[in-house]
């Protein structure tokens, strides 16, 4: 989400990791030419804070329902390339952060794992496949592999705060990758779970992504909280739900489908495919159409994403 209380008018500028200054570039197009920022994380500039002995980029958060219904509907548009890296050939580390010793009633955990074991090779994740990221003369497109889950993590060893802070968030990000080994298309994943979620949650936003640093290397990460918790603000019992899972965890996989496109798309937020006035690919098309998506035998509640060749919110892209 591009506005909301948490963040100033300057969210727009999270770009300029890879542009020169927000205000003179802003509603430009960028050459596609520029050869994208490396791996290795340049943490210059706005956008970029460091906080509790870890640095992290400013939050890119998914609006609740609520949030996201003021937003004006969108007319045709495209989203540009700001010459930062994608993630060519994605995989997710899911971190479950005090599953165990907080419970797991709603069964977010199994969800989450089937889900994204599933959604490799599908129609929904080939919607990327149309983006990529530029290196001097050399185009990568993204790819959609059939198996995109690269393990689960089910972390107990570091307590989790009642409201975990951002920085805390981006710690156990970093946790994550000392536990899986660093990923340069890796998008981590860190779960919270029930009734510990970072302030905010449920009334403003209902997950965001961001970057951290690993080893001076990037390391894109999402913030998943409970998602049960919030009720129908982030998606409980949207719409009549598919057999794979249940009407109270529609927002399970509506966020995270949400959060993981974005991480492939824009794993820098603001440096890989942007709009500055939506946001990210999934911000323009929050809470519309949602529909239940088949993944080769199971199928999930999901939103659209955007789809430049269309300019529209799509399910599906061949």
């Known amino acids: 989400m591009k506005r909301i209380t948490r963040l100033t008018a300057a969210l727009g500028c999270v770009a300029t990791l890879a542009l020169t200054a927000c205000a003179t570039n802003a509603g430009s197009t960028p050459s596609l030419g520029a050869a994208p920022q490396s791996r290795i994380a340049s943490i210059a500039g706005p956008g970029w804070i460091q906080k509790d002995g870890i640095v992290y980029h400013i939050p890119h958060y998914m609006a609740t329902r609520e949030m996201a219904a003021r937003q004006a509907k969108p007319p045709p548009t495209t989203f540009s390339y700001y010459g930062g890296v994608v993630l060519t050939a994605p995989h997710v580390y899911l971190i479950f952060w005090g599953y165990d010793t907080y419970g797991d009633k709603k069964s977010v955990q199994p969800l989450m794992t089937a889900y994204i074991g599933a959604m490799g090779g599908s129609g929904h994740n080939n919607i990327y496949t149309q983006y990529y990221e530029k290196s001097g003369s050399t185009t990568t497109y ?14 107990d060893q570091h307590a989790v705060p009642a409201h975990p802070s951002d920085a805390q968030v ?19 994943v860190v779960a919270t779970p029930h009734n510990h979620s970072t302030n905010g949650f449920g009334t403003q936003w209902c997950a965001y992504h ?16 409970y ?12 719409i009549h739900h598919p057999s794979d899972e249940k009407a109270i965890d529609e927002g399970v996989t509506i966020i995270e489908g949400h959060e993981e496109g974005e991480s492939v798309t824009d794993p ?17 098309c929050a809470w519309k159409n949602i529909a239940n998506d088949t993944f080769g035998t199971a199928s999930y509640t999901m939103q659209p994403m955007f789809s430049n060749a269309t300019q529209s919110c799509v399910h599906t892209y061949n």
Not at 145 to 150: A, D, F, H, I, Y
Not at 173 to 185: E, L, Q
Not at 210 to 215: D, I, L, Y
Request: glycine share 16%.
């Open 142 to 155: 993204i790819t959609n592999p059939s198996q995109q889950l690269g393990g689960t993590w089910n972390d």
């Open 170 to 188: 981006a710690q156990e990000a970093v946790y994550g990758v000392s536990h899986f080994g660093y990923d340069p298309n890796g998008s981590y």
């Open 210 to 225: 961001s970057a951290t640093v690993s080893g001076g290397n990037l390391v894109s990460y999402t913030n998943m909280p």
């Open 227 to 238: 998602a049960p918790d919030a009720g129908s603000s982030c998606g409980a019992s949207i």
């Open 268 to 284: 820098n937020p603001g440096a890989g495919w942007y709009n500055y006035t939506y946001g990210e690919i999934g911000d323009i």
